[in-house]
């Protein structure tokens, strides 16, 4: 018999129990019986603070997946891997790439990953695995890879670019997703679905031989989403059928609502703290 996965929020923009911290920015904890993982290490060094207090053993981290390479997702690279120097860092090479994001007065500001992360990564030397296709992370734990932009309604979310005169778009090619089976279906890790949620959610069903998904949980950044495209959104998810909906992150206040509207209590938080178990 498999051993359950619990996944365990380190890090998110919300906390409701006392001792935890919160910061703009997302960190999972994943344990697999005496095995473990992190996925995302958000933009500082919180994620040791909340562990502690979570009684989380990040030295026992077999791995360290990046969903992309925006800095409130990479943050806290260094911290991590001073706490788990054995561990294996996943994630897209053009997660490195310089990242900018525009603003309405035309300025731009730098969002990727800092040069003393981007030298953390680069010092794990053949501890790093690039991750431009699927996969394996732990056994029956999966990095989906680049994700194909397939439908007509999902963009990346933002005005983002790969230069600071915003003369370049950025694909953000790098976002990917994690997932893996369970008794009840599919279940997804989203950083911030910069492909799409839909884009990403049918990729993995591709991937999985189209077994079904039974939980998403994370950023699906629909901030700046317009009203058509949340109702396409929300129509592919019931087309899905999706079980269980925990959005976070840059997923954003008026997406929540509407997210919460439409799932009723298919639709829960993950804030700092919050911890799932599926049986596999």
């Not at 925006?70 to 690279?77: K, M, S, V």
């Not at 731009?108 to 996969?135: C, L, Y």
């Not at 397939?150 to 976002?175: K, Q, S, V, W």
Request: overall charge neutral; charged content about 20%.
């Amino acid at each position: 018999m498999k051993a359950p996965i619990t996944v365990t929020t380190l890090v998110e923009n919300s906390v409701y129990t006392g001792g935890l911290r919160a910061e703009h920015g997302l960190a999972f904890f994943l344990r697999i019986g005496a095995r473990s993982l992190l996925f995302d290490t958000s933009q500082s060094d919180l994620l040791l603070h909340n562990a502690l207090k979570l009684r989380l053993n990040l030295a026992d981290a077999e791995a360290i997946v990046l969903s992309h390479g925006h800095y409130d997702h990479t943050g806290g690279i260094a911290a991590a891997r001073a706490a788990a120097p054995q561990a294996r860092l996943f994630l897209h090479p053009a997660a490195l790439a310089a990242k900018f994001a525009a603003g309405a007065d035309g300025t731009s500001r730098s969002i990727g990953m800092s040069e003393a992360h981007a030298e953390a990564v680069r010092k794990a030397g053949a501890g790093t695995v690039w991750t431009a296709q699927p996969t394996e992370i732990l056994e029956g734990l999966f990095a989906t890879g680049e994700i194909p932009r397939l439908n007509d309604f999902e963009d990346t979310g933002g005005r983002f670019f790969l230069d600071a005169a915003c003369g370049r778009p950025d694909p953000l090619l790098d976002d990917q997703a994690l997932f893996f089976d369970t008794v009840g279906g599919l279940v997804v890790l989203l950083g911030c679905a910069h492909a799409g949620v839909v884009n990403t959610l049918e990729h993995v069903r591709h991937l999985a031989g189209g077994r079904p998904i039974h939980t998403v949980l994370g950023g699906m950044h629909l901030l700046t989403a317009n009203p058509d495209r949340m109702e396409r959104t929300i129509a592919a998810l019931r087309r899905l059928d999706i079980q269980h909906l925990a959005p976070a992150h840059c997923t954003g206040l008026p997406a929540l609502a509407r997210l919460g509207a439409a799932f009723n209590d298919r639709c829960s938080a993950c804030s700092v703290g919050t911890s799932r178990v599926f049986e596999r």
